[in-house]
């Protein structure tokens, strides 16, 4: 987990956004994508609480792709990364 953790927080700084973020995730051999452990490696990495990053499972279906537009997806998650 320590792994994407950093993975995430380095796409983060590139500027990267919640999508591909996932999909690094996705990538890694190591690590095995689920909507809970995308919320565990969220707080790990960026301090977002569990209760308010299940937010953003409403906008992804169960292997974590966008329902609708994916700008809405990146919008939720910015605004949880300005409160964290």
Same mark, same amino acid.
């Given at each position: 987990m320590d792994e994407a !953790?950093? /993975? =995430? $927080? $380095? @796409?983060?700084a590139d500027g990267a956004g919640l999508l591909a973020m996932i999909e690094a995730l996705r990538d890694n051999e190591g690590f095995t994508l689920?909507?809970?452990? @995308?919320?565990?490696?969220? /707080?790990?990495a960026f301090g977002i609480p569990w209760t308010e990053a299940r937010d953003l499972l409403v906008l992804l279906d169960? /292997?974590? $792709?966008? =329902?609708?537009?994916?700008g809405d997806a990146?919008? $939720?998650? !910015?605004a949880l990364l300005r409160r964290s």
């Open positions: !953790t950093e /993975d =995430i $927080r $380095r @796409l983060a689920t909507p809970l452990r @995308l919320l565990l490696v969220l /707080d790990q169960p /292997d974590l $792709r966008p =329902i609708g537009p994916a990146e919008k $939720r998650f !910015t």
